[in-house]
Structure formats: structure tokens, C-alpha cells
């Protein structure tokens, strides 16, 4: 994320040259390529207009490439409120239902240990609506398979014009390969951020008289992302990062009445890493993670950044989660013997307000390198946000990450640069006076589902 809360086949890769850090300009067990991402001609219009469910509900290769074709064409050739004649809503009920059903029975830390030594696992960052651009990801990684396993971090909505159909994109492969494809959740899968960041008003210019109909159905999908995922036993991944431990006192009751209210007795306790069994224990499905209470895991795992400072303190700058610095990276790695920690939730803009850690312009950030391992931001959305407020634009690159064996913990970095030209679109929030997430969180707005 950048934000507060408030076709064809596959280039030829090209070696980068930028170097990202001093840590990174020592790092040998990396690599890097970059792609461009610039398409050769247009694309020609879908085979099949509007798109239908299949009659057995099962998904095929076939279907997926059709939607990826259908909305690529319907955003350069289409106004947004004609969306439905490409999605029809009961095709769209059909997807999000069936999305639904797979993502609510997945843990809260999905696991992915059945990677062999023909496996890789592809990991993206924050995309943000950019639907051309996760169009061009997925060719130039490769689509999801048998061999081929996709991680994605979170934010796949606001800023851009296209959130609802990249999120439906996703949800698709999902269906079809829900074993081979994860979807955790970011910042902005939540009610708040689509409030403020477009997405509520995107779904309402392209369903109309439908349009809150189809919002409540992506919010419920969204309480029902996963919140991380550990690969291979080597890789965490999270969209904001690490969290803290939630233990609470033993309530009590009062005597005499059996009914009478519970009262928590939480006492106020330093800061300490939370373990994988209380991430396995919160409860995600809320449309807001709190920023109080005792269901803080949740908003720590979305919303916290790292920082060079030491030690674990709450996130003053967002109002919500945590900065934890490289001790605490070293610590969470060495426990659960793990390498590698891969993170998103920071674009370019919020980088910039970031003294200590490096920029956003090649996609990923190496932010720490301690004896057990590293951790990683990565950012998946090219030329970032697609609308900006000043005449200078960051002209970041994305990238992606690809996990090999044996071990999947050594990260292979692909980056690549915008589709150009961008289709003509018209933004869904004030992006030029819109309060900006990576400062002061507007609490009042935020109401937690209860």
C-alpha cells in the first residue's frame, strides 16, 4: 500500500543495474531481472461477450483467459456503468459465492508445503487496481498450475480504476486452482479504506442499481481472506508484517448471579512478538481490524511497517499497528526458524516519508539483513498511484518475487515497468485532498463489525 488509513507471451528478461541498498548491493544470494512491460499492439476484442457461469460451475483455463481478454477490451472500449453487460451480476454472485465458500475454510496463516523440487512459488505485492499491469504480471511470471504456485500480498483494490475487475481476476483463479493460488488480505480490504480510497464508488459507477448488492458481497469476501502464509516452512508473508502477543488475564465472574456481564482483566504489559498460534487464533472476519481491544492481530498483520530503530512500539504515524525494528525481525525468524519474511503495504509515496529505509523505485526494498535471514517489501504496482496530485510522478517500477528450490527461501526479483498507455479513466475519490494514510488515521470513521 502507499496509503494511510484516514498479451502475448512472456518477455525476454533484462539484467537490472540498479542496486537498491547497501545491504542489497551486498546481498549474492539475490537476483534480479527486469522486464518491459510496453504491449506490441492491441488487444483484439473477447469471443464471448457477456461472460456466462459454467453450467457444472467448474472453471477452465479457457473461461479465465476469456475474462482476462473481456475486461481487458471492455476498459479501453467500454464506459465503466456498462460493466454488467460483460459481468453480468449473476455471474458475479456465481464467483464471489463460490470464492467465498474456499477462502472463509482456509486458516488465518495458510500453509503451502507441497512444493517439490519442479515448484515454484511466484509472490506479488500490493496492486492496487492496476489491471493492466497484473495482466502483464501473470504472463510474464507465468500462470498459476500444477508446478506453478502464486502468493498474492494483499491491496488489490483502490487508487486504481479497475479494483473490481483485478479482484474478480484473482478470485477466478482462486476457483480454479485453489491449491496453487492464495490470496491474502491487505490494508484496503476493508470498509474504511474502500470508503475512502474509491473502491465503494467504483462498484457503484459500474453496477448502478446493483452496485450495493455487489459491494456487501466483495466485503464479505474480503473478511474472508487469509491473513499470512508461510511457504515451505522457510517464508512468511504478510501484507503489513509482524504482530504482537495478545495474551489476556483470565476473566472472572461475580458470584451470586449467573448472568451478570464478563469483565476482561487486561493489564497493560510491555510490547512482545506475537506467536504463529495466536495468529492462528484471532478473529479476522471484521470489516475494520480494530486498533484496540483485544483482536489487534489482525490490524498489526495489515497495517505495521518496519523501521531501523530497535524494538517493537505502537505505529503512531498510521494510528494503527506496530514498527518493529531489526531485533524484532531477527527474533520472529529465529523462533519459528524461518529465513525469509516478505511484506508489502509501502509504495513509493509512503517510502519517501520513510528516513532509514530505502525508496520504492525498482519495486522491493531488502529493509533488513540479521543473521537468520531478511526482510523483504515488495510492491507490484508500476507507476504508483495511477492518480496523482503532482506534476511529478514517481515512475516506480513493480516486481515480483520467485521462490526455487530446494529450500524457496532465496528471492529472485523480476521487475518490470507501467503498460503503456494506460487506458483513459476517471478517478473514484478526491486523490488531491483525500487524507493520506501513511499520516494520521482517522479512527472516528472506522467502525469495527461487531
Not at 33 to 52: A, D, F, K, N, W
Not at 430 to 441: A, F, N, P
Request: glycine share 8%; proline share 9%.
Amino acid at each position: 500500500m502507499a496509503d494511510s488509513l484516514p498479451s502475448g507471451p512472456p518477455s525476454d528478461p533484462k539484467p537490472a543495474t540498479a542496486t537498491n541498498s547497501p545491504e542489497e548491493a551486498t546481498t549474492t544470494a539475490s537476483s534480479t531481472t527486469t522486464t518491459s512491460s510496453t504491449p506490441e499492439g492491441p488487444t483484439p476484442p473477447p469471443v464471448q461477450i457477456p461472460l456466462s457461469w459454467p453450467a457444472d460451475s467448474s472453471l477452465t483455463l479457457d473461461w479465465i483467459q476469456n475474462l482476462i481478454s473481456a475486461f481487458d477490451w471492455s476498459s479501453k472500449n467500454l464506459p465503466p456503468a456498462e460493466l454488467p453487460a460483460v459481468l453480468p451480476v449473476s455471474v458475479f454472485d456465481a464467483l464471489v459465492l463460490t470464492a467465498s465458500k474456499i477462502l472463509h475454510k482456509e486458516p488465518n496463516c495458510v500453509r503451502i508445503d507441497d512444493c517439490n523440487d519442479n515448484s515454484r512459488v511466484v509472490v506479488v505485492g500490493d496492486v492496487h487496481g492496476q489491471l493492466h499491469d497484473v495482466i502483464f504480471l501473470l504472463q510474464d511470471a507465468g500462470f498459476p498450475c500444477d508446478d506453478r504456485f502464486f502468493v498474492f500480498n494483499g491491496d488489490y483494490v483502490d487508487r486504481g480504476a479497475w479494483g473490481l475487475e483485478t479482484f474478480l481476476l484473482l478470485l477466478a483463479w482462486k476457483v480454479f486452482l485453489p491449491q496453487r493460488v492464495y490470496l491474502l488480505r491487505g490494508n484496503h480490504e476493508s470498509k474504511y479504506c474502500t470508503s475512502v480510497y474509491g473502491f465503494e464508488k467504483e462498484v457503484l459507477a459500474k453496477y448502478g442499481d446493483k452496485g450495493k448488492h455487489v459491494y456487501r458481497k466483495c466485503l464479505g469476501c474480503f473478511e474472508g481472506l487469509p491473513l499470512a502464509s508461510i511457504i515451505a516452512g522457510h517464508v512468511y508473508t504478510a501484507h503489513g508484517g509482524l504482530f504482537r502477543s495478545v495474551s489476556i488475564t483470565p476473566s472472572k465472574r461475580s458470584k451470586g448471579k449467573k448472568n451478570r456481564k464478563i469483565i476482561l482483566n487486561s493489564e497493560t504489559k510491555p510490547l512482545s512478538l506475537g506467536s504463529l498460534e495466536e495468529l492462528s487464533k484471532a478473529r479476522r472476519s471484521v470489516l475494520d481490524p480494530p486498533w484496540e481491544g483485544q483482536n489487534l492481530i489482525p490490524g498489526d498483520v495489515l497495517w505495521s511497517d518496519p523501521t531501523m530503530k530497535s524494538g517493537l512500539s505502537p505505529n503512531t504515524e498510521r494510528g494503527i499497528g506496530l514498527l518493529w525494528g531489526p531485533d524484532c525481525t531477527e527474533d520472529f525468524l529465529k523462533k519459528f526458524e524461518l529465513k525469509l519474511i516478505i511484506r508489502s503495504h509501502e509504495g513509493p509515496d509512503a517510502r519517501e516519508k520513510r528516513p532509514g529505509l530505502g525508496g520504492m523505485d525498482i519495486g522491493y526494498t531488502i529493509d533488513h539483513v540479521v543473521p537468520s535471514g531478511k526482510l523483504i517489501t515488495l510492491f507490484s504496482a508500476p507507476d504508483y498511484p495511477q492518480f496523482q496530485a503532482t506534476e511529478e510522478r514517481f515512475k516506480n517500477k513493480g516486481a515480483y518475487i520467485v521462490l526455487n528450490p530446494p529450500c524457496f527461501d532465496v528471492p529472485e526479483f523480476h521487475t518490470f515497468e507501467a503498460i503503456t498507455p494506460r487506458p483513459a479513466a476517471k478517478p473514484y475519490y478526491d486523490y488531491e485532498d483525500v487524507i493520506d494514510s501513511d499520516e494520521e488515521l482517522d479512527l472516528a470513521s472506522m467502525v469495527t463489525a461487531t
